[in-house]
């Protein structure tokens, strides 16, 4: 009877989890729509207002053109990015982080730190909750420092020492090596498959904005192999 009582407490509290985590999921979706509309709309208005309210149309010829140009340089972005951040940004990270911008240098970073500091995986539903808690943290940090830059800026440039503001090209790159390291060191084998395919890549003469798509694509299809493999010998 005891054994049973706790297997129905246990299951019980399982359930009570799941569908607070569904719950937390139906409205970060509901209110995260409800924001990148909004902005969206907020973003579109002043070209709309330029264009037909004050008559500086542009020209369809030259707003195509100028699309076109944009993305053909940064298209490939719209679908890595996404597809790339979500196992550790989570649904409501993910809202939040393509919202506030700033995902790579600050967004992925901050959610990254979070979920080492309290010892969860990526994509668990603990590991979520740190990145969103994480992301919102950083947002509002951010926010302070970006109106005192915009109310100083220009004088806090100026004083940077040309030594200083030389290193500045290699910041977003030594974010991205520690948080690969992070994650390198709790698997070491996937992680020297995934820096022996960019390096690959990189040797080849592809264009450079694929050449981050087809890392994702090889290395998550190597190291799902590996796991499957792993799974027959266990419950061989």
């Known amino acids: 009877m005891e054994v049973s009582r706790r297997v129905i407490e246990t299951e019980e509290i399982q359930s009570a989890k799941a569908l607070s985590m569904s719950l937390f999921h139906q409205r970060s979706h509901f209110w995260g729509r409800v924001t990148i509309w909004t902005v969206i709309l907020l973003t579109i208005s002043l070209p709309f207002t330029l264009s037909f309210y004050l008559g500086y149309h542009p020209g ?14 940064v298209g490939v972005i719209w679908f890595v990015e996404p597809i790339s951040y979500y196992p550790t940004l989570g649904v409501s990270g993910t809202y939040m982080a393509f919202l506030t911008g700033n995902i790579a240098n600050m967004c992925l970073p901050s959610a990254a730190a979070a979920q080492n500091a309290i010892g969860t995986d990526p994509g668990s539903k603990k590991g979520e909750i740190a990145a969103a808690l994480a992301i919102g943290a950083a947002s509002i940090v951010n926010l302070l420092f970006l109106i005192m830059i915009i109310l100083g800026g220009s004088y806090i440039l100026s004083i940077i020492p040309e030594s200083v503001k030389s290193v500045f090209p290699y910041i977003v790159p030594s974010i991205f090596g520690g948080i690969f390291a992070q994650f390198a060191l709790k698997k070491p084998l996937y992680g020297a498959i995934a820096i022996s395919i960019a390096l690959l890549l990189y040797l080849l003469s592809i264009p450079t904005l694929i050449k981050g798509l087809l890392c994702i694509i090889c290395t998550v299809s190597i190291v799902l192999v590996i796991e499957k493999k792993k799974f027959k010998n266990k419950v061989a």
């Open 60 to 73: 369809w010829q030259a707003i195509l053109t100028g699309f076109l140009a944009y993305a053909s340089v």
